[in-house]
């Protein structure tokens, strides 16, 4: 569902050995990747591997003062995927990554040109990391219920929830579910988090492309949007924008070891219509 042609289908990967060439295979072929697995896969990694320390780096603190033992592990193998994950495109050890985070949470790569989102629920576990632009991603159990009364106008802008007032009330909570996760994975894009008012834009019917004001389409082929059904059990919605060529700066990962801020990290983030929407909206 969504702009297949721009981006990649999830790759499951069941631990540390991978398998990695197909998401190495993604990267090369459009740019970004997703991959996709359990904390349980990585749940030995997290428990036993005595390079835990220097793997979670910045981040080893924090797992040290999380009291709850699974929300321990479960934080722990999120950022492991996520550095293995990375290592694996840039053909560097997971150990040498800084995972580091912006003001408001949004990870990012520390002297490397490779964005990358996180995003987990349940037991499931999602990355995402593009050389194009901005990537996100965002995971929901595909059964869960949401309220349509209670959400639906925190989520939906008016022209998308005249849309699904039209469908029957079991798909009309599927669209939703899947509305959410999208606008989740542009919010996370954007690194606004709980900031960016969901019914202040709009996604096409398709949900693959923005919407202005009025229904016209907004930054044309600036976005891609795309969700897919993974484990049988959840839905997993990736927002990806491509910089134009002329602004991006590219770089070899060997020459990028150097722990040098990429200066991509400081500029505003890509409005939606001009500007980025605010205000608040109903958090999980």
Do not use: N
């Not at 780096?57 to 994950?85: E, I």
């Amino acid at each position: 569902m969504g702009d297949a042609t721009r981006t990649s289908p999830p790759v499951h990967v069941r631990g540390p050995a991978g398998p990695w060439q197909p998401v190495r295979t993604a990267l090369a072929a459009r740019g970004s990747a997703v991959v996709h697995t359990t904390w349980g896969e990585w749940f030995p990694t997290a428990l036993t591997d005595p390079a835990l320390r220097l793997l979670l780096g910045r981040d080893w603190q924090r797992y040290r003062h999380t009291a709850d033992p699974a929300t321990r592990h479960r934080f722990a193998a999120s950022r492991l995927v996520a550095k293995y994950a990375a290592a694996a495109v840039l053909d560097l050890l997971p150990a040498e990554l800084d995972l580091a985070y912006e003001l408001g949470g949004r990870p990012y790569l520390r002297g490397l040109d490779l964005d990358v989102s996180l995003s987990h629920s349940d037991e499931l576990i999602a990355v995402g990391v593009s050389r194009v632009g901005r990537i996100g991603v965002d995971t929901e159990p595909a059964g869960r219920r949401l309220d349509f009364g209670l959400l639906s106008g925190h989520i939906c802008a008016p022209g998308e929830l005249r849309s699904l007032l039209r469908l029957p009330p079991g798909d009309r909570e599927r669209a939703l579910l899947r509305l959410w996760t999208l606008k989740e994975a542009y919010s996370k894009a954007l690194g606004q988090g709980l900031r960016l008012d969901f019914s202040g834009f709009s996604l096409d019917g398709g949900g693959t492309g923005l919407l202005a004001p009025g229904d016209t389409a907004a930054l044309p082929g600036a976005w891609a949007f795309t969700t897919h059904r993974v484990l049988g059990s959840h839905l997993l919605s990736v927002a990806r924008h491509d910089t134009p060529a002329k602004d991006a700066t590219r770089r070899p990962a060997r020459a990028a070891r150097a722990p040098v801020r990429v200066p991509a990290r400081t500029a505003a983030p890509v409005p939606v219509h001009g500007r980025v929407p605010g205000g608040g909206r109903c958090s999980r």
